[in-house]
C-alpha cells in the first residue's frame, strides 16, 4: 500500500510518502498554505504520490486530552475523506514530533531558516515512520 504522512500545521503542511507497508517514508516537501488550503494540499499530494493511505498527525495535548488543534485537524482530515471515498485515513500522536524533527535536523549540521524550512516535511516522515512500524510490530 502507499502511504501518505501529512504533518498539518497552521501555514504549512509537511508531507512524507512510504511506496509500501515496509517502508522506508521518505520526507518528501513543505507546502506553505492560506487558510482553508490544507485539504487541497493534502488531495494534491494524495494524487502525485498515488496514495492509498494517509497517515495525519493528531496533535494530543500534553494531559492527553484532545483540544481545538485536534478537532481542527479530525475535521480536515472528514473534508478529505469525502473528497476521496475509500482512503484510508489513520491517526498518529505528533506530541513532540516537530521538537524530534528539528533535533534531528541540528544533528544534521542544518541551522536557523534551514531547519525552519524543513521541520514540517521531516516530522510528517517521523510520524510515517511510527505508524509503519506500529503496523510491523502487529503483523508479526
Known amino acids: 500500500m502507499r502511504w501518505l504522512g501529512v504533518d498539518l500545521g497552521a501555514r504549512r503542511v509537511g508531507l512524507a510518502s512510504s511506496e509500501d507497508d515496509e517502508g ?3 520526507a518528501l516537501r513543505t ?8 485539504v487541497a494540499a493534502v488531495l494534491e499530494a494524495v494524487g502525485e504520490e498515488r496514495a492509498e493511505a494517509v497517515v495525519i498527525g493528531l496533535p494530543i495535548e500534553m494531559s492527553g486530552r484532545e483540544g ?6 479530525r475535521g480536515i482530515a472528514r473534508s478529505i475523506a469525502e473528497a476521496r471515498p ?4 489513520v491517526f498518529v500522536d505528533e506530541r513532540l514530533s516537530t521538537r524530534e524533527a528539528s533535533a534531528q535536523l541540528l ?4 541551522r536557523g531558516r534551514a531547519v525552519r524550512a524543513d521541520v514540517d516535511r521531516v516530522a510528517a516522515k517521523i510520524l510515517l515512520d511510527v505508524h509503519l512500524a506500529a503496523e510491523a510490530r502487529r503483523r508479526a
Request: glycine share 16%; net charge positive.
Open 24 to 26: 522506508p517514508a521518505f
Open 31 to 38: 507546502v506553505t498554505i492560506a487558510d482553508g488550503g490544507e
Open 68 to 73: 481545538l488543534a485536534a478537532r481542527r485537524v
Open 86 to 89: 475509500g482512503l484510508r485515513i
Open 107 to 110: 544533528a544534521s549540521g542544518k
